[in-house]
């Protein structure tokens, strides 16, 4: 703007100076006063173009550090958000941002009790799945602190943590996650509704195997890698996500709580899924990692047996219906030695449609597997081992989760685990049938369930 202007004001001047020169060689003719005259004209002008010069060459130059200056800051910042993604650290979204990348929040994947998940396209064109968390445990400080913690760990088996936001009004909060495409593990391993118009999927033995070993190794690292671990507290297959190479991702860190090194069990609200959650949950013993590995345990064996862990099962009326619990089956094949009768049946080469391999899938089992993709009982029954030592009702008998990655890939034994009285079907009333009232009565009664309140932290 100054530049046009000094620009202007030049050409002004110097077209008045030609104008007074041409008057006066008018008025005065080729006289001495009229060369005068002219030269003081001329060297007028001379000046001008001058100081013209000097004017376009000093905003020249202001413009140039002015336009380097923004460069600079345009590099700096370009750097420093390349570095917070290599260092792991959340972004924060204006909600703005949020409402414009879901289109309006329309995009719905998925809904839960407390939260809601949306798909989203940034401005960069990066695909999100938007978490939307209703109600509050902690004031913001410490949601901040939780999402940094969680943000900064990276393992190839966990869906990356991209930032977070928070608006005004009380109870919203909001984190956003990177986008698998795939889906979750259950579409993969339990049959679809056709009633519901659900896409047929089925996942073979080799990648049920695969994603046994990657949910592991994820939750190893949570538990024994990390500056503090991470509890996960709601470990089921819909919080397993499938990559394009159909490889296991755990999901859904908003139920996440850290537990410092010094402690060995925390307290905190009931959070969960039921038919995941560990006897401890429910009798207000406090949670441990070892809650995970009993959840991960319920679903290992909802990988092997393609069929929820609690379900009801009987034709008629509801009266007549009663609730199957299949850990109890499985255990009870396993003594048994009919192990393979536990195995989904679109697995086995008697099934009609059968299971195929996916389209695009990619990655292999740890174990053993023949080349024409049967089930191979030796795996079925170690798989069924390891998930029957993570659910034991006692949490110092089940394995951590880093024996868990050993004995699925071969350098440990896994040893016959002991019967467990399975109290959780007594918790939950499984047995019943469909038409008795669920109850949750503890043993001890003067435990309260689903109360639960702060807890004395205990060293390790």
């Not at 896409?199 to 990648?207: D, E, K, S, V």
């Not at 006897?279 to 990692?289: I, K």
């Given at each position: 703007?100054?530049?046009?202007?000094?620009?202007v004001?030049?050409?002004?001047a110097?077209?008045?100076?030609?104008?007074?020169?041409?008057?006066?060689?008018?008025?005065?003719?080729?006289t001495?006063?009229?060369?005068?005259?002219?030269?003081i004209?001329?060297?007028?002008?001379?000046?001008?173009?001058?100081?013209?010069l000097?004017?376009?060459?000093t905003?020249?130059?202001?413009?140039?550090?002015?336009?380097?200056?923004?460069?600079e800051g345009?590099?700096?910042?370009?750097?420093?958000?390349?570095l917070?993604?290599?260092?792991?650290?959340?972004a924060?979204?204006?909600?703005?941002?949020?409402?414009a990348?879901?289109?309006n929040?329309?995009?719905?994947?998925?809904?839960?009790?407390?939260?809601?998940?949306?798909k989203?396209?940034?401005?960069?064109g990066?695909?999100?799945?938007?978490?939307r968390?209703?109600?509050a445990?902690?004031g913001?400080r410490?949601?901040r602190?939780?999402?940094t913690?969680i943000?900064a760990?990276?393992?190839?088996?966990?869906?990356?943590?991209?930032?977070?936001?928070?608006?005004?009004?009380?109870?919203?909060?909001?984190?956003?996650?990177?986008?698998?495409?795939?889906?979750?593990?259950d579409?993969?391993?339990f049959?679809a509704?056709?009633?519901a118009?659900g896409?047929?999927?089925?996942?073979?033995?080799?990648?049920r195997?695969q994603?046994?070993?990657?949910?592991?190794?994820?939750?190893?690292?949570?538990?024994?890698?990390?500056?503090?671990?991470i509890?996960?507290?709601?470990?089921?297959?819909?919080?397993?996500?499938?990559?394009?190479?159909?490889?296991?991702?755990?999901a859904?860190?908003?139920?996440?709580?850290?537990?410092?090194?010094d402690?060995?069990?925390?307290?905190?609200?009931?959070?969960?899924?039921?038919?995941?959650?560990a006897?401890?949950?429910?009798?207000?013993?406090?949670?441990?990692?070892k809650?995970?590995?009993?959840?991960?345990g319920?679903?290992?064996?909802?990988?092997?047996g393609?069929r929820?862990?609690?379900?009801?099962?009987?034709e008629?009326?509801?009266?007549?219906?009663?609730?199957?619990?299949?850990?109890?089956?499985?255990?009870e094949?396993?003594?048994?030695?009919?192990?393979?009768?536990?195995?989904?049946?679109?697995?086995?080469?008697?099934?009609?449609?059968?299971?195929?391999?996916?389209?695009g899938?990619?990655?292999?089992?740890?174990?053993?597997?023949?080349?024409?993709?049967?089930?191979?009982?030796?795996?079925?029954?170690?798989?069924v081992?390891v998930?029957?030592?993570?659910?034991?009702?006692?949490?110092?008998?089940?394995?951590?989760?880093?024996?868990?990655v050993?004995?699925l890939?071969?350098?440990?034994p896994?040893?016959a685990?002991?019967?467990?009285?399975?109290?959780?079907m007594?918790?939950?009333?499984?047995?019943?049938?469909?038409?008795?009232?669920?109850?949750?009565?503890?043993?001890?009664?003067?435990?309260?369930?689903?109360?639960?309140?702060?807890?004395?932290?205990?060293?390790r």
């Open positions: 703007m100054q530049l046009n202007k000094a620009r004001l030049t050409a002004a110097v077209a008045s100076l030609l104008l007074l020169l041409l008057i006066l060689w008018l008025c005065l003719g080729i001495k006063a009229f060369f005068i005259f002219a030269g004209d001329s060297a007028a002008i001379l000046a001008i173009f001058v100081w013209a000097l004017r376009h060459s905003l020249d130059r202001r413009l140039s550090m002015a336009r380097r200056k923004a460069i345009e590099q700096i910042r370009l750097e420093y958000s390349f917070r993604k290599v260092a792991g650290l959340p924060h979204f204006r909600y703005e941002q949020l409402e990348a879901t289109d929040f329309r995009a719905v994947l998925g809904r839960g009790a407390s939260a809601s998940v949306f989203g396209i940034l401005d960069d990066t695909a999100v799945a938007v978490k968390i209703e109600g445990e902690h913001q410490e949601f602190a939780e999402v913690a943000a760990v990276q393992h190839v088996n966990l869906v990356r943590l991209l930032g977070y936001c928070l608006v005004p009004r009380p109870g919203h909060r909001y984190l956003v996650y990177e986008y698998i495409h795939n889906g979750s593990l579409s993969w391993i049959p509704d056709n009633r118009g896409q047929q999927r089925c996942l073979p033995w080799a990648m195997c994603v046994a070993v990657d949910v592991a190794k994820a939750l190893s690292y949570l538990h024994h890698d990390c500056r503090a671990r509890l996960h507290l709601d470990v089921k297959p819909e919080n397993i996500l499938l990559d394009e190479a159909l490889r296991a991702c755990v859904d860190f908003g139920l996440s709580k850290l537990m410092g090194k402690e060995s069990r925390v307290v905190t609200t009931v959070r969960g899924t039921r038919g995941y959650l006897p401890e949950w429910l009798l207000d013993a406090g949670v441990t990692e809650s995970d590995v009993y959840s991960y319920m679903v290992l064996l909802e990988i092997v393609g929820r862990n609690v379900r009801l099962v009987g008629g009326p509801a009266s007549q219906r009663r609730w199957s619990y299949f850990p109890r089956i499985v255990a094949k396993l003594r048994e030695g009919k192990i393979m009768e536990v195995v989904d049946g679109r697995l086995l080469p008697s099934h009609p449609a059968g299971c195929h391999h996916p389209a899938g990619g990655g292999g089992s740890s174990a053993s597997q023949s080349s024409t993709g049967e089930v191979d009982e030796e795996e079925v029954r170690m798989l081992q998930a029957l030592w993570c659910i034991q009702e006692r949490a110092e008998l089940r394995p951590s989760m880093a024996r868990v050993d004995m890939e071969g350098r440990l896994v040893d685990p002991p019967e467990t009285e399975m109290i959780v007594d918790i939950l009333s499984i047995g019943q049938s469909a038409s008795s009232p669920r109850r949750l009565e503890p043993r001890n009664p003067a435990v309260s369930t689903y109360s639960i309140s702060m807890s004395v932290l205990s060293p």
